[in-house]
């Protein structure tokens, strides 16, 4: 079993910056995909961003690109979400994920487990 757990959402004014946190634990092992989402009130769950196990492949949706980043500390099985030049488009509700298909990495339906989920809100 995984267990994800995120922090660091808040609020925040337009064009500002955030960090989010996942710490795993349990059997991590055998991951392939470690995703962000996010959902919005009224809105559907989507994808924000996803990284390889490996740390050598990283995607993002065309509508964060260039503004979010992921890492990872291994050391500290954590994974981060670098938020920068934040708008109020970017208020949801965001979520980390495992899942075992990178190829589908894009998809809600191939990641297994999920956190609980972290509130970023945006003022403009």
């Known amino acids: 079993q995984v267990h994800l757990v995120e922090s660091g959402g808040g609020l925040v004014q337009d064009g500002g910056s955030l960090r989010l946190s996942c710490a795993a634990s349990?059997?991590?092992?055998?991951?392939?995909?470690m995703g962000w989402f996010r959902q919005a009130p009224g809105k559907e769950r989507e994808f924000v961003a996803a990284?390889?196990?490996?740390?050598?492949?990283?995607d993002y949706a065309d509508s964060v690109k260039d503004r979010f980043t992921m890492s990872r500390d291994d050391g500290k099985s954590t994974l981060y979400l670098q938020m920068s030049n934040l708008k109020p488009d970017d208020t949801a509700t965001y979520y980390c994920?495992?899942?075992?298909?990178?190829?589908?990495?894009?998809?809600?339906?191939?990641?297994?487990?999920w956190g609980q989920g972290t509130q970023v809100t945006v003022s403009s």
């Open positions: 994920a495992l899942g075992a298909h990178w190829d589908d990495r894009s998809r809600i339906d191939r990641y297994d487990f």
């Open positions: 349990g059997q991590t092992a055998g991951g392939f995909a």
């Open positions: 990284m390889s196990w490996d740390g050598l492949s990283t």
